[in-house]
Nanobody
Framework: QVQLVESGGGLVQAGGSLRLSCAASGRTFSNNAMGWFRQAPGKEREFVVAINWSGSSTSYSASVKGRFTIPRDNAKNTVYLQMNSLKPEDTAVYSC?????????????????WGQGTQVTVSS
């Protein structure tokens, strides 16, 4: 089992930055690929970004590429979502997720553990 706890959400103006954290506990974190997903009201859950177990490979959705990054620190069992140049359309509940495998996936159904989510609101 892996337990995930997100933090760092909040309200920010358009053009600003936020950094979300996802702290993992339980089984070995360094063997897990990690991902961030988001869900806006009335919309389906959307893939944002993912990173493989070692940090050597990442995948970004087109909507956030160039603005978001996903650093991970295996020594701290933590993965981050650094969000820059935020837009009102980035407003959503952001959730981190862990796979039981080392390789990236962009599909929510291929993640086995989820955090509770944290709200990010970007005002115009």
């Amino acid at each position: 089992q892996v337990q995930l706890v997100e933090s760092g959400g909040g309200l920010v103006q358009a053009g600003g930055s936020l950094r979300l954290s996802c702290a993992a506990s339980g089984r070995t974190f360094s063997n897990n690929a990690m991902g961030w997903f988001r869900q806006a009201p009335g919309k389906e859950r959307e893939f944002v970004v993912a990173i493989n177990w070692s940090g050597s490979s990442t995948s970004y959705s087109a909507s956030v590429k160039g603005r978001f990054t996903i650093p991970r620190d295996n020594a701290k069992n933590t993965v981050y979502l650094q969000m820059n140049s935020l837009k009102p359309e980035d407003t959503a509940v952001y959730s981190c997720a862990a796979r039981s495998y080392q390789l990236i996936s962009t599909l929510p159904s291929e993640y086995h553990y989820w955090g509770q989510g944290t709200q990010v609101t970007v005002s115009s």
